[in-house]
C-alpha cells in the first residue's frame, strides 16, 4: 500500500542558525527529498531556498532597513529584536513591564504562507521575537500541531533554561535571574507565565522532545494540559557527512600539525555563550598544561584571537555554513569536548560520536542520553574542572582507547543518532497525529 504524500510545514526562527534550527532544517530538507510537501516558515531567512518562507512582521522601511545592517552581526538576534521593539512605541510598555512580546500579527497567516494547504504544522523554537503564541489555540484547531521542544522555554515565564530553579514548576515570580535569555527587564515571570498556562488549556499539541529529560520536565509543567499525545524522538544527524575520516589527511586539509594532540568545541559564540562553560574549559586546559601534555584546542564557532594557556593554543574558528568543513573538524580531533551548564541534546556531541570521536562532556541535561559512559566517552560533573581534566588526559595519554572508544561512538551513532531514523519517525508521528485529530 502506498502511502499518501503528506504536506508539512515547519516553523522555526531561523532556517538556519544554531542546533534547533540545524533540526528543523535537515527534517525540511528531508521530507522534500523523499517526495513530501516541505516548507519552512521563518521570522528571519538567512537562505534562498524557495521553500523557506517569511512570516510577515508588522513593520516599517526603517526598521527593516536597520534589520538588514545587522543580521550577519554577533547577537543579531537580539539586536533584532530590540530594533522591532523600539521602532514600534506601543511595544515599550510591554518590555518595561517584563512582559514577553507576544505582537506578531502576521502569525495568524503562517498556514496561508505555503502554496498547498499543510496536513501538518510542526514547530520548533517559538521564541526569537517572530511568534504569537496567543496564536497556538487556534492554529492547533486548524491543524494538527507538533511542538517540539528545543529548550524549556514554553515552560517558564521567561527563560530557556532554568538552570536550579524550579519556580517554572508552580508558577514563577521572584525570578532568580532575569537576564537569561530570553531577558526581560522587570519580574514580571509570574504574569508571563501564567499567561502561557491560559494558552496552553485552550491548545491542542502533540509534543517531541529529543530527550528523556526533557519530556519528563514537560509532564511536570504547564504545557501537560494542552497535550493530546507525546513522543521522544531522539535528534539524529547526517551519516553521509558526519562519519569517520583518516585523520591524517584531514589534518593536512585543514592545515593542523599531523602529530598534535586536538580538542575540539563546537559552540556558538562560545566564550560568552551562557549554556556553555568556557571558564571549566580553560581551567581543565590549565591542568593538562599543569601536566606537562601539550595540545591544540579548536574553538569552532567564534571569530577571535588565539589564547594561550602555557605553550597550548585555543585556536578560534569562525562559524562555518558548510557542513562538509564542520564535519573534516570532528574528524581531525582527538577528542570532542562539550563543557556545558545547560543543554537539550546537543547535536555537535551527536556529530562528534557519528564521526568516531569519543566526547567527555558535562553531565547536565539529555547529555548522559548521547554517551554511553565509558564506551563512547566520559561524562564529569558540571563546573569540575579537575574531573574533565583527569578524562581528558586518561584519553590523551592512550591511542589505543581514544582508537576503541572512537569506533564504539562511530557504531553507537549509526545504531540511534542517524538523520533517516528521525526522519522516519517523525512521519509516523504526523501519520498518528492526523489519525488522532480525525477520531477526536
Known amino acids: 500500500m502506498i502511502k499518501q504524500k503528506l504536506n508539512i510545514l515547519q516553523v522555526s526562527t531561523f532556517d538556519h542558525a544554531g542546533g534547533a534550527e540545524k533540526i528543523a532544517w535537515d527534517l525540511f530538507t528531508s521530507f522534500r527529498r523523499l517526495g513530501h510537501g516541505s516548507w519552512m516558515a521563518v521570522g528571519t531567512k538567512r537562505s534562498q531556498d524557495p521553500d523557506v518562507l517569511c512570516i510577515p512582521k508588522r513593520t516599517n522601511e526603517f526598521t527593516h532597513f536597520l534589520q538588514q545592517i545587522v543580521q550577519h552581526l554577533p547577537y543579531s538576534r537580539v539586536l533584532n529584536n530590540r530594533i522591532e521593539l523600539f521602532t514600534h512605541p506601543r511595544q515599550i510598555h510591554s518590555f518595561i513591564k517584563g512582559y514577553e512580546n507576544f505582537n506578531y500579527p502576521g502569525t495568524l497567516d503562517v498556514l496561508n504562507l505555503p502554496p498547498n494547504r499543510p496536513d501538518i504544522l510542526h514547530c520548533h523554537n517559538l521564541h526569537g ?3 504569537d503564541l496567543r496564536a497556538l489555540p487556534w492554529l492547533s484547531k486548524q491543524v494538527p500541531t507538533v511542538l517540539t521542544l528545543h529548550d524549556a522555554w514554553l515552560l517558564s515565564g521567561h527563560c530557556a533554561h532554568s538552570f536550579d530553579c524550579k519556580r517554572w514548576k508552580t508558577g514563577c515570580g521572584n525570578c532568580p535571574n532575569l537576564s537569561i535569555y530570553p531577558s526581560i527587564r522587570r519580574d514580571a515571570t509570574a504574569y508571563n507565565w501564567q499567561r502561557k498556562a491560559d494558552i496552553f488549556k485552550k491548545s491542542r499539541v502533540f509534543i517531541g522532545t529529543p530527550s528523556q529529560w526533557l519530556m519528563d ?14 513522543k521522544i524522538i531522539p535528534n539524529g544527524v547526517n551519516l553521509n557527512i558526519f562519519h569517520p575520516a583518516e585523520k591524517e589527511k584531514v589534518r593536512e586539509k585543514l592545515g593542523f600539525p599531523p602529530d598534535a594532540k586536538i580538542l575540539l568545541f563546537a559552540a556558538n559564540g562560545i566564550r560568552k555563550n551562557i549554556w556553555k562553560d568556557y571558564r571549566t574549559l580553560k581551567a581543565s586546559l590549565g591542568k593538562i598544561a599543569d601536566s606537562g601534555t601539550k595540545l591544540l584546542c579548536i574553538a569552532l564557532g567564534e571569530d577571535a584571537p588565539p589564547e594561550y594557556i602555557g605553550e597550548n593554543e585555543i585556536r578560534f574558528v569562525p562559524y562555518q555554513k558548510d557542513y562538509q568543513k564542520v564535519a573534516c573538524y570532528y574528524q581531525a580531533a582527538d577528542i570532542y569536548v562539550h563543557p556545558s551548564r545547560a543543554d537539550t541534546f546537543p547535536t555537535t556531541i551527536l556529530e562528534a560520536l557519528a564521526s568516531g570521536t569519543p566526547v567527555v ?24 574542572a579537575d574531573a574533565m581534566a583527569d578524562r581528558l588526559l586518561k584519553l590523551l595519554s592512550d591511542e589505543n582507547l581514544i582508537t576503541q ?3 564504539e561512538a562511530s557504531i553507537d551513532a549509526k545504531r540511534r543518532f542517524t538523520l533517516d531514523r528521525m526522519v522516519n519517525e517523525y512521519i509516523k508521528f504526523y501519520r498518528k497525529t492526523i489519525n488522532e485529530e480525525k477520531r477526536l
Open 361 to 384: 562532556a558535562s553531565n547536565v541535561g539529555g547529555v548522559p542520553e548521547q554517551i554511553a559512559e565509558g564506551k563512547t566517552g566520559f561524562l564529569v560533573p558540571v563546573g569540575d
Open 217 to 230: 520536565k514537560v509532564n511536570q509543567s504547564i504545557l501537560k494540559p494542552a497535550i493530546i499525545e507525546s
Open 405 to 407: 572508544m572512537g569506533n
Open 129 to 131: 521575537g517572530y511568534f
